[in-house]
C-alpha cells in the first residue's frame, strides 16, 4: 500500500511539475517585417523592404515580468543596387538564429512595453553579379556569417492573457565574414574573403501575435 501511495505521489508531482513548465511557455508568429537585406557592401547602399510570415520564437517565462526565448527567421530577396556606373544584381537566401531575454515592466497593463537583449547568428548564401562601367562583370558567389548583438524595444497590446499583438524594433551590431563559395572565372572575383563590423537599424523588425499557454 505504501508503495501504491508513493507511486501516485510521483505521477501527481511528475504531470504537477508538465503543466508548471507547459504554463511557462509562449510561441511568437512573425506575421511583418520592414527593414534590410544587405549585400557584400556597406548597409547605407540598400533599402529598406517589407517581408512576411518569416519566422517564430519560442519562449519561457519564468514570471510574468521576464521572458528567454530562442528565435529563427528564414528569409530570401533580390536585390537591385546601384548608383552612377556601379549596379549589383543578385539572389539572397539565408536563416537566422537568435537567442534573447526581455523583461516587461508593467506586464498587467493592456499596452505595455518590452526591454530586451538578444544574441543573433545570420548565415546566408548570395549569388549574382557586380557590373561597373569597365569590364569585367565581377561574379558574387559568397556565405555571408553575420553574429553580434542586438538591444530591442517591444510594444505589446493584450487582446486577454493568453494573445498579445506587438511589434519590435532592434539594432543589430556585429561582425560580418564573408567568404567565397566557389571559384569564380580569372579576374571576375571580388572579395575573394573579407571581415569588417556592421552596424543594422531595423525600424520594425517584426510584427505578429503571441500566444501564451498559461
Given at each position: 500500500m505504501k508503495k501504491?501511495?508513493?507511486?501516485v505521489?510521483?505521477?501527481l508531482?511528475?504531470?504537477g511539475?508538465h503543466a508548471?513548465?507547459?504554463?511557462k511557455?509562449?510561441?511568437?508568429?512573425?506575421?511583418?517585417?520592414?527593414?534590410?537585406?544587405t549585400?557584400?557592401?556597406?548597409q547605407?547602399?540598400y533599402?529598406y523592404?517589407?517581408?512576411?510570415v518569416n519566422?517564430?520564437?519560442?519562449?519561457f517565462n519564468p514570471?510574468?515580468?521576464r521572458q528567454?526565448?530562442?528565435g529563427?527567421?528564414?528569409?530570401?530577396?533580390t536585390?537591385?543596387?546601384g548608383?552612377?556606373y556601379s549596379f549589383?544584381?543578385?539572389?539572397?537566401?539565408?536563416?537566422e538564429f537568435?537567442f534573447?531575454a526581455?523583461?516587461?515592466?508593467?506586464?498587467?497593463?493592456?499596452?505595455?512595453?518590452?526591454y530586451?537583449?538578444e544574441?543573433f547568428?545570420e548565415?546566408?548564401?548570395?549569388?549574382g553579379?557586380y557590373?561597373?562601367?569597365?569590364?569585367?562583370?565581377?561574379?558574387?558567389n559568397?556565405?555571408k556569417n553575420?553574429l553580434?548583438?542586438?538591444?530591442?524595444?517591444t510594444?505589446?497590446v493584450?487582446?486577454?492573457r493568453?494573445?498579445?499583438?506587438?511589434a519590435?524594433?532592434?539594432y543589430?551590431?556585429?561582425?560580418?565574414h564573408l567568404t567565397?563559395?566557389?571559384?569564380?572565372?580569372?579576374?571576375k572575383?571580388l572579395?575573394?574573403e573579407?571581415?569588417?563590423?556592421?552596424g543594422i537599424?531595423e525600424?520594425l523588425n517584426?510584427?505578429g501575435?503571441?500566444?501564451?499557454?498559461e
Amino acid at each position: 500500500m505504501k508503495k501504491l501511495f508513493l507511486l501516485v505521489f510521483l505521477v501527481l508531482m511528475q504531470e504537477g511539475l508538465h503543466a508548471q513548465i507547459i504554463n511557462k511557455i509562449s510561441v511568437e508568429l512573425n506575421i511583418g517585417r520592414y527593414s534590410k537585406v544587405t549585400g557584400l557592401f556597406a548597409q547605407e547602399d540598400y533599402p529598406y523592404e517589407f517581408s512576411f510570415v518569416n519566422g517564430f520564437n519560442i519562449g519561457f517565462n519564468p514570471t510574468k515580468n521576464r521572458q528567454y526565448y530562442l528565435g529563427v527567421r528564414k528569409f530570401n530577396a533580390t536585390i537591385e543596387s546601384g548608383f552612377g556606373y556601379s549596379f549589383e544584381s543578385s539572389e539572397v537566401n539565408g536563416i537566422e538564429f537568435k537567442f534573447g531575454a526581455k523583461i516587461f515592466p508593467k506586464s498587467e497593463k493592456r499596452v505595455f512595453l518590452g526591454y530586451g537583449l538578444e544574441l543573433f547568428d545570420e548565415i546566408s548564401n548570395q549569388k549574382g553579379g557586380y557590373w561597373v562601367d569597365y569590364p569585367p562583370t565581377y561574379e558574387i558567389n559568397h556565405r555571408k556569417n553575420y553574429l553580434g548583438i542586438a538591444p530591442n524595444l517591444t510594444i505589446n497590446v493584450k487582446l486577454d492573457r493568453r494573445i498579445i499583438f506587438f511589434a519590435d524594433t532592434r539594432y543589430r551590431f556585429g561582425r560580418v565574414h564573408l567568404t567565397q563559395k566557389e571559384s569564380t572565372q580569372p579576374g571576375k572575383v571580388l572579395y575573394p574573403e573579407t571581415t569588417s563590423w556592421s552596424g543594422i537599424f531595423e525600424p520594425l523588425n517584426s510584427i505578429g501575435v503571441r500566444f501564451n499557454f498559461e
